[in-house]
């Protein structure tokens, strides 16, 4: 009954929620109602899960001082700082967790690993974008032509650059995104239905 | 000149990174006049708010991280001073487990601070809540359920704007400003057919390939592509904010990508006819 019950669970639930968005009957959207919230507890329960694995998965390379082991205490004392100077003073604008902490700590460390992406995409845009094909020279035409549109000072070259920039992304883009879009969702049903059929068990783990 | 072009290709990336940072950061103290025309999408965008009455009561779902605070926050400063100008009420809330105090301080900042509205009455922020797709679907049965306290805990019957408050029927627009996932490709796919509500969006700049076809679909009814479509927003508000002072840095760091790609293409193509001889 390990594997068998939460497959049951699986196929009733998954398929009553498929069933109650085509009767809009108020019995049903309530239970539809009451299981949706089941959900958002269960995904805020995954948060617990997931601060627990972490203190014991770090817990135990401290204790045994494994690998990185300076790295590991870090994260844990950062982790436990954050958490219990947020239960005790709150998040809000004015404590300590948000203005010290976050505001002052995380935010700038947090957008200054994004903004080097600038500099790695322009050192790899000088040594590793080359036209060697005419998909590559396509692909190099169209980047140059987007990221000129996409400043003002396309406008001095020709008025209307934005407007062809805009062509370029709500057409051909479009027409190459909605495939991949539908082609994708094709996807993502036939794994659902797999799931609630039973067909699909790696989410059962492999005890 | 073989000589200089194979020292070219070999040069040493930190000249690279030196360029990047001297164009980016020097623009931010030499205004170079930047101003962008504004596209269909953020028209649209634009227009969808202005039509609204007075006194709309508009629900913005502000998603997004520290890491697309640059991009997004001057979107999310120019849609609340656009509705606070109109005279219209908001209601904010985010998905993002990092957003809460970024998008707190926006709220604070233009709301209460430069326009001086009231909490509760005309503005109010439900905070974040886990549950991504479950809470915006959670949303269209009954917002109250779902946002049960707001961003302080003060429960949402006690906050007058929230008084007739239901779900989304209770809202004539949406607006996301959405970094990923949970975002505007969710509320695209979960909200606005199934509870026929407008949405507008913004969207940092590598996520709206992936949107423009709900755009031209018409699923999004406005479209802000990332600093870029906030600076063009701002030029229609009339209010010039972070974006359109970051404009210069964004061009200048795009002319100097462009300028090493086709820089690199030409070496490349020089040293590679050289070596065929």
Request: hydrophobic share 50%; glycine share 8%.
């Amino acid at each position: 009954m390990k594997r068998e019950l939460p497959m049951i669970i699986t196929f009733v639930f998954g398929v009553f929620m498929i069933i109650q968005y085509f009767i809009p009957h108020p019995i049903v959207n309530n239970l539809a109602g009451i299981l949706q919230s089941w959900a958002i507890i269960v995904i805020a329960f995954s948060y617990v899960l997931g601060s627990a694995n972490i203190l014991r998965i770090n817990g135990e390379i401290l204790y045994r001082r494994g690998q990185d082991w300076p790295y590991k205490l870090v994260l844990v004392l950062g982790f436990m700082l954050m958490l219990v100077t947020g239960l005790i003073g709150g998040i809000e604008q004015g404590s300590f967790a948000n203005d010290r902490l976050f505001m002052s700590i995380y935010i700038p460390m947090s957008a200054t690993m994004y903004a080097t992406l600038a500099f790695f995409i322009a050192s790899a845009a000088f040594r590793a974008f080359r036209i060697r094909t005419w998909q590559a020279a396509l692909l190099a035409i169209t980047a140059v032509v987007v990221m000129l549109g996409r400043v003002p000072v396309s406008q001095f070259l020709w008025k209307q650059f934005p407007d062809f920039v805009d062509w370029i992304m709500n057409v051909p883009n479009a027409v190459a995104q909605r495939g991949i879009l539908i082609g994708a969702a094709l996807g993502a049903i036939a794994t659902g239905l797999k799931v609630v059929l039973g067909l699909e068990r790696s989410y059962l783990g492999r005890d | 000149m073989s000589r200089f072009l194979s020292r070219f290709e070999k040069l040493d990336r930190r000249w690279i990174f030196l360029l990047i940072a001297l164009a980016v950061t020097l623009p931010l103290f030499v205004d170079l006049g930047m101003s962008p025309s504004s596209t269909p999408p953020v028209r649209d965008f634009y227009n969808q708010i202005e039509r609204l009455p007075e006194r709309s009561l508009v629900l913005c779902s502000f998603d997004y991280d520290p890491g697309g605070k640059a991009e997004l926050s001057p979107m999310a400063y120019a849609v609340l001073r656009h509705l606070m100008s109109k005279n219209c009420r908001v209601v904010v809330i985010t998905l993002w487990s990092t957003g809460p105090g970024l998008v707190e301080e926006v709220v604070n900042d233009v709301c209460r601070d430069e326009f001086h509205r009231q909490y509760g009455l005309d503005y109010c922020y439900l905070g974040f809540k886990e549950g991504r797709e479950a809470v915006m679907v959670g949303m269209g049965r009954s917002i109250r359920e779902t946002f049960p306290r707001d961003h302080y805990q003060t429960p949402i019957g006690q906050l007058p704007i929230m008084s007739d408050v239901q779900n989304y029927s209770s809202f004539p627009l949406l607006v996301n400003i959405s970094s990923g996932y949970p975002g505007t490709k969710e509320y695209v796919q979960y909200v606005e057919s199934r509870f026929a509500i407008p949405l507008i969006s913004g969207a940092s700049a590598v996520s709206v390939p992936e949107y423009a076809a709900y755009y031209t679909s018409g699923q999004l009814r406005g479209l802000l592509t990332g600093i870029t479509g906030a600076a063009e927003y701002e030029t229609l508000i009339n209010r010039k904010g972070l974006a359109m002072i970051a404009m210069g840095g964004q061009t200048m760091g795009h002319l100097i990508i462009i300028f090493f790609i086709l820089a690199g293409n030409l070496v490349y193509f020089v040293n590679r006819r050289g070596k065929a001889r």
